[in-house]
């Protein structure tokens, strides 16, 4: 099969379409065939060498999020059938680069894919798993009071725009800081006030809680009430403990029940998401070129 690898730390250059085995289901294993493949900030995080548990040394094959078609399964697999269109997430902090979704397949656990709604095409789906399981799993993470304010800051982005609605659809008051132009689609999640980016983050609140999708780290800290809490979605600076502000990364699980309840309410419309562009597979450094230089609306999906 066909797959982008890592030749070396660096920036996008160092993205190659790369022959690697075919890989084998194993027991309690599916096998798919990747059609999309979503491009994610910790993507280009790991291709420079940033690594939640340490460096990886190439070649490495990147990719979180991915959608396709089952074509196997090993011993244990009964409830999926050849040619069934499945979303799913490779762990890539576990993976590690050994399994990655910049790759025409995939052989994942499982419980790491569940199927894809009717209504929902392929690219669409792709962006669903990593970005809106963090959300989730983020505001949970937070343990709100009914009706409290959340400050979530990056709502351009996935985790953001996903967060946003969640934290509107439980019933809170969201400030969203969004990128410039990009106000109106905003609005749209649900928010109660849109914040541009070049917002001062110590002018707004104090607000009872913080979700720094980004994360800009301690300018987000200052937004939050003593007592509140700070969610980031990559390690922060800490918080003055005299303050009582409760500190968290998110660390993303795989959760097939809350992954399944999620990709149908963004086939039913009631979660938004959205597909900035679709590019082959073997022009993944133009997508990590394009998410670098930022302004991108929504998820850059690959289609190997």
């Keep these: 099969m066909r797959a982008v690898a890592v030749t070396a730390i660096g920036g996008p250059e160092v993205l190659r379409m790369v022959e690697r085995p075919d890989p084998v289901a194993g027991p309690g ?13 910790t993507d280009l995080a790991a291709r420079a060498g940033f690594v939640i548990g340490g ?63 009717d209504d929902l095409d392929l690219a669409a789906a792709a962006t669903v798993p990593l970005n809106a399981l963090t959300a989730r799993q983020a505001l949970e993470l937070m343990d709100l009071a009914p009706g409290s304010t959340v400050l979530v800051n990056g709502v351009s982005g996935g985790v953001g725009g996903f967060a946003a609605q969640l934290a509107a659809e439980a019933g809170h008051r969201v400030l969203a800081v969004a990128s410039q132009g990009d106000e109106e689609w905003v609005r749209g999640l649900g928010v109660a006030e849109v ?47 005299a303050r009582g502000v409760r500190q968290h990364v998110v660390l993303i699980q795989q959760d ?18 959205r597909v900035a562009a679709t590019l082959p597979l073997a022009e993944a450094a133009e997508a990590h070129r394009r998410v670098e230089a930022g302004g991108v609306r929504g998820k850059i999906v690959l289609l190997p």
């Design 195 to 241: 914040l541009p980016r070049t917002t001062d983050l110590a002018t707004v609140g104090p607000v009872d809680a913080v979700l720094d999708a980004v994360p800009v780290g301690a300018p987000a800290a200052v937004a939050v009430a003593d007592g509140g809490v700070l969610v980031a979605t990559r390690p922060t600076p800490p918080v003055d403990p």
């Design 29 to 41: 294993q599916v096998l798919v065939r990747v059609r999309a493949a979503g491009v994610n900030p």
């Design 256 to 273: 097939q029940p809350m992954l399944v309840e999620l990709m149908a309410d963004v086939a039913k419309g009631q979660l938004l998401t």
């Design 55 to 117: 460096p990886v040394e190439p070649p490495y094959v990147l990719g979180w999020d991915f959608a396709g078609e089952v074509i196997g399964y090993g011993d244990g697999v009964t409830d999926l059938s050849p040619g069934e269109r499945v979303a799913g997430m490779i762990h890539w902090y576990q993976s590690r680069g050994t399994v990655g979704a910049y790759a025409e397949l995939v052989a994942v656990d499982r419980d790491a894919v569940v199927p894809i709604p």
